[in-house]
């Protein structure tokens, strides 16, 4: 899975695979830690459009969300300091 790819899991997965009691973010914070990172890296930021990657996902799969609803949340930083530089 790719690095857009896992970002895209995180934003979404929320709702759809019932992480709506853990979220990727809180959870697995090494993970999010590196989703911090890669997104940080020069050139990623602007590649990447949260809102149409939750709209396609949810419009496009109709036997997972029939109603079409696109979440809110959850609401992701993905700006905010990552502190990898902690692992070494």
Do not use: C
Request: positive net charge; charged residues 15%; hydrophobic residues 35%.
């Amino acid at each position: 899975m790719s690095g857009y790819s896992r970002w895209a899991f995180a934003s979404i997965s929320f709702t759809t695979v019932t992480l709506n009691v853990t979220s990727s973010n809180g959870d697995f914070p090494n993970l999010f830690s590196w989703l911090k990172d890669v997104y940080q890296l020069p050139g990623i930021e602007q590649t990447v459009d949260l809102g149409e990657i939750k709209r396609h996902y949810y419009h496009s799969m109709h036997w997972v969300n029939p109603s079409g609803i696109v979440p809110l949340g959850p609401t992701i930083d993905l700006r905010a300091p990552h502190g990898r530089q902690r692992l070494g």
